[in-house]
């Protein structure tokens, strides 16, 4: 299915067609234009946080399924899960201002997202995803974040903790790379 050199939407092409979807069905879930998915596909344009999460969706997959890299160590989840940090799996989205290391292996009741995210990278639009809840816990910079009508500005150090089902935006307004980790469960991004 995916190769590890493939780009997201070339991922997002070789999944559509192992599943036998078209393009315009795809569109039709999604609300996207078949134009921008054919050239989000061909990398002709550039997706959002938001509408690879739409897109990844549409196709029943989560987005931790796009990472590139090793798996974590074979041992049985309900005794030890490791990943090793030159084993972190890895998402470079399309505008190359935010990358995501996946920290927990595939299988698990929670998911752990470590995330480097360049002065002005942003999610995209609001949002909404099939997880109970996530919590953020910024290690370094400034993130700007929307749940439902409120908007937030966290620090190094703070914390927020919401409903995935609740629509929800950010972006890094700050002047220095925002480092974060995210813990969803259970596990759908």
Known sequence: MKGKNLSIGEQIRSIRKEKGMTINEISKETGFTASFISQF???KTKGSVASI???ASALNINVSSLFHGTQNESLPLQSVSIVR????RAM?????????????GAKGKLEVIYSVVEPGGSSGDHYVHDSEQECIIILKGELEISVDDSTFTLCEGDTINFSS???HAWRNSGDSTLEAIWIITPPSF
């Open 92 to 104: 470079t989205y399309p505008d190359g201002k935010l990358i995501d290391y996946l920290l927990t």
């Open 53 to 55: 999460q739409k897109i």
């Open 41 to 43: 596909e061909r990398n």
């Open 85 to 88: 940090k030159d084993n972190r």
């Open 165 to 167: 089902r609740s629509p």
